[in-house]
């Protein structure tokens, strides 16, 4: 089972950039997917982006894409979301979760998450 814990949250102002990172423990994230999921106040969690073990990234929401970019450090078993042009609505907490392999839109296909990091983005 991996352990994941997030971390780089925090307040931005509007087009500011933020970097999160996912730190695993457990097991190496190579054979895995990790899926971002944000939850916003009032609303439900929803897909950000997933990166396949193979390094295919999968957008879930089209705002994110041209803004939002992730990467992995193998050598650290870390993924990291890297989100540039910030936004006021993009302001959520923001999950990290696992599932094997492949990406999956479905939040319960995975089985592991982190406790999430709260971004706010204001001026």
């Keep these: 089972q991996v352990q994941l814990v997030e971390s780089g949250?925090?307040?931005?102002?509007p087009g500011g950039s933020l970097r999160l990172?996912?730190?695993a423990s457990g097991d190496a994230l190579n054979s895995y997917a990790v899926g971002w999921f944000r939850q916003a106040p009032g609303k439900e969690r929803e897909g950000?982006?997933?990166?396949?073990?193979?390094?295919?990234?999968?957008?879930?929401l089209n705002s994110?894409?041209?803004?939002?970019?992730?990467?992995?450090d193998g050598a650290k078993n870390t993924i990291y979301l890297q989100m540039n042009s910030l936004k006021p609505e993009d302001t959520a907490v923001y999950y990290c979760a696992t599932r094997p392999y492949y990406c999956s839109g479905s939040e319960t296909q995975y089985s592991s998450w982190g406790q999430g990091t709260q971004v706010i983005v204001s001026s």
Excluded at 48 to 60: H, I, L
Aim: aromatic share 10%; proline share 0%.
């Design 9 to 13: 949250g925090g307040l931005v102002q």
């Design 48 to 60: 950000v982006v997933c990166d396949g073990s193979g390094s295919s990234t999968v957008y879930y």
């Design 21 to 23: 990172s996912c730190a």
């Design 64 to 72: 994110a894409m041209g803004r939002f970019t992730v990467s992995r």
